[in-house]
């Protein structure tokens, strides 16, 4: 009896944890329903890569503040100190400070004359004598002020500064784009999952009647054992394919949550619908204008055009003058104790201001080679420039052919797919009235099933290829 009291209370136990954890569990979880619009919206503000070029964007911001400020008065203060444990020893000739000769003869005249002697040691040109000048302890506290004046390679870097800011905003956007192409495709693999579960399990129910008519004729004696297995195996084969599809549906989600930028643990609807998707003006979009100069990647090409030229123009300001002026005021205290907080101690002013002049001479001839160097990486951006148009061109007539062919590849396989219905709802009929086999049933089946993937198939292929080739015609931008 204490047992079985015991194992009640264990089981209390758990049901109170468990509905404790529950609100745990769902801390943080928020619901999404979403059209695929809407998932690219998202996608472009909350996606890993945006964010991470939109990190690289404001830092590139943040640089060309930074070269702003190197044209800015630059202020700087110093407080020095300095305890001697040695004061600086100076040397000098023993008669450094004696009399000079010119007084020592006039000295030596008068002495002779008066006849009082003069009493002066007598000089060693060899001697030294030593000296220590200065306090035990310095402080110096001062404060200096810069400001460039002109500088070619200032004005230049601040325009190419400006210019990069500019790529790194305009990889944002290109950035953008190519995730909303990638939501889209994922998006379309979710749609298309769920689609295929759709349709199994509707293939599934139709199975099971036949299946529980089949067991009624076997029951009565109308048809073999052996029919029924025969469904029996198709109706396996058939829980597997939909065990498949249902996992390939999660990990479709679970894909377009990562794409997006979004947490696992979210819960994501998608809105939209295969047929919708594709009734979307197929005949307009093979026949929108293709342009390259109104692309993003053009716009990021030109600008790297432009900061390439502004390379070779700094290269060559390199070879001006550089002026820049400044101020200095220090303030000077030496004692022989640490008493410089004393109001009475005495410090000694220093002030000075003046102008710098820089101006190169002679760099045997590096300037030169780093200008030609700057041409040449100009040069190759332009030429990158050609690259792309003729890639981005090409892209686009491939996007177009795939796009057609993946249309009419789709209008084949559902022709297909209406004939094995056809074929299997006719076979399922002479079963039903003892003329076909159950072999011939599940052969049926089976080409059904496979008429019914294959046209699922080309539906993603039909939807992944009008996103390519919306993504050429910068529908996405």
Do not use: C
């Not at 890993?48 to 044209?71: L, N, Q």
């Not at 939501?183 to 298309?192: F, R």
């Not at 009565?220 to 065990?243: H, K, M, P, T």
Request: aromatic content about 8%.
């Amino acid at each position: 009896m204490n047992t079985l009291s015991n194992q009640n209370n264990m089981y209390l136990k758990h049901i109170l944890l468990g509905w404790l954890l529950i609100p745990l569990a769902v801390v943080g979880q928020e619901s999404y329903s979403m059209s695929l619009q809407q998932a690219q919206d998202y996608a472009a503000q909350h996606s890993y890569v945006v964010r991470t070029a939109s990190y690289d964007a404001e830092a590139a911001s943040r640089g060309v503040k930074e070269t702003i400020t190197i044209g800015l008065p630059q202020v700087n203060g110093s407080i020095d100190y300095n305890n001697y444990i040695d004061i600086p020893t100076q040397v000098a000739p023993a008669d450094a400070f004696g009399f000079p000769d010119y007084l020592v003869e006039f000295l030596g005249g008068v002495s002779a004359e008066t006849g009082v002697p003069l009493d002066a040691p007598q000089t060693d040109p060899n001697a030294i004598s030593e000296f220590q000048f200065g306090a035990k302890q310095t402080m110096t506290a001062g404060v200096s002020v810069s400001q460039l004046i002109f500088d070619g390679s200032y004005f230049v870097g601040l325009k190419a500064a400006k210019t990069y800011a500019e790529v790194m905003q305009g990889n944002v956007a290109r950035t953008q784009r190519d995730v909303k192409a990638a939501v889209a495709e994922a998006y379309h693999m979710v749609l298309i999952a769920r689609e295929n579960v759709s349709i199994l399990e509707e293939s599934r129910g139709v199975l099971e009647t036949t299946r529980k008519e089949t067991a009624a004729m076997v029951q009565q004696g109308f048809l073999e054992q052996q029919d029924l297995d025969q469904i029996d195996l198709s109706l396996s084969d058939l829980a597997n394919r939909i065990n498949h599809a249902q996992q390939q549906q999660t990990i479709a989600m679970d894909l377009l949550k990562f794409q997006m930028g979004m947490p696992m643990n979210n819960s994501l609807e998608v809105t939209d619908t295969v047929d919708g998707l594709m009734a979307e003006g197929a005949e307009a979009l093979l026949q929108t204008a293709y342009s390259f100069q109104s692309s993003i990647d053009y716009r990021v090409l030109d600008t790297q055009i432009r900061l390439m030229d502004l390379n070779v123009k700094n290269e060559k300001a390199k070879s001006l003058p550089s002026i820049g002026g400044f101020y200095n005021y220090q303030r000077n205290a030496q004692r022989d104790e640490f008493n410089f907080f004393d109001s009475d101690g005495k410090w000694y002013p220093i002030q000075l201001w003046g102008v710098q002049l820089k101006m190169p001479i002679f760099t045997s001839l590096r300037g030169v080679h780093r200008v030609a160097k700057a041409k040449v990486e100009a040069e190759r951006a332009r030429m990158n420039m050609e690259q792309a148009q003729q890639g981005a061109n090409l892209e686009y007539l491939n996007a177009k052919n795939d796009y057609s062919l993946a249309l009419a590849t789709l209008d084949n396989r559902q022709q297909s797919l209406s004939l094995a219905d056809r074929i299997y709802k006719t076979t399922q009929t002479k079963y039903a009235q003892g003329v076909s086999s159950s072999f011939e049933l599940a052969q049926a089946h089976s080409q059904l099933i496979s008429a019914q993937g294959n046209y699922i198939s080309s539906m993603l292929e039909v939807l992944n290829a009008k996103t390519r080739l919306g993504k050429s015609l910068n529908q996405y931008e």
